[in-house]
């Protein structure tokens, strides 16, 4: 009786938690768009505060049934970083530096509640942002700034292994997500898409279902 009382009690205060992250994505993302849009972008309302919820709930509640204790920080980091970053790069192909700087101190103040671990955040970065960076060279400004800085975040925050499977999954979900923008004829060949949304479903893909995912390609050895 006391365990489903006390789960009822998470699960309200995740609601709660998760009305809050919303407000919270609202409010920046108003603020971009005073930065940005100069004030004179379109206006917040539920048709972004809603999904956004939904994303914050779903993904709490996901982790509360895992019982991913210190882990809620982080999640929540990704998440906000997710919306408000994706936001920006799919309205306006920027990313606002602040939003790195503030997702980086974040990340870190979630990473030593949970267990610090230097060198694996440390070459997460380099890992994330260096490999983003290398594309960019080779290709010549195939990749952003923006892109590269904020997959150095998700690295940091992620460490080495989890930063390499969330490209992975990042590039397998921007490449099928272009050739279904083709085959619908909604993009040409040789449009170019926001990536950021990409990295950053790399990122909460590989945070939460990282292990599993890893544990099953390992099997087939």
Not at 102 to 123: E, S, Y
Not at 149 to 176: E, P, T
Request: net charge positive; aromatic share 8%.
């Amino acid at each position: 009786m006391e365990s489903q009382e006390g789960l009822l009690i998470m699960h309200g205060l995740t609601v709660i938690s998760s009305s809050a992250l919303t407000a919270a994505s609202v409010l920046l993302v108003k603020l971009l768009e005073r930065k940005v849009g100069a004030g004179k972008g379109d206006k917040i309302g539920l048709s972004f505060a809603a999904p956004v919820f939904i994303l914050f709930l779903s993904a709490n509640l996901y982790m509360i049934n895992k019982n991913a204790e210190g882990s809620y920080l982080i999640l929540n980091v990704l998440l906000l970083t997710a919306v408000v970053s994706s936001y920006q790069d799919i309205k306006y192909r920027e990313i606002e530096d602040e939003i790195h700087i503030a997702a980086l101190g974040a990340g870190l103040v979630g990473l030593v509640i949970k267990g610090f671990q230097p060198a694996d955040a440390f070459l997460g970065l380099m890992a994330g942002g260096g490999t983003l960076l290398l594309i960019a060279i080779l290709t010549k400004g195939g990749m952003g700034g923006a892109d590269i800085k904020l997959n150095a975040v998700y690295g940091a925050i992620l460490g080495l292994k989890l930063s390499m499977l969330s490209l992975v999954i990042a590039f397998a979900a921007g490449a099928l997500a272009s050739l279904l923008l083709i085959l619908f004829g909604i993009k040409k060949r040789k449009d170019t898409i926001p990536f950021s949304p990409f990295l950053s479903i790399g990122a909460l893909t590989a945070f939460v279902f990282g292990k599993s995912i890893m544990g099953i390609y390992l099997g087939f050895f």
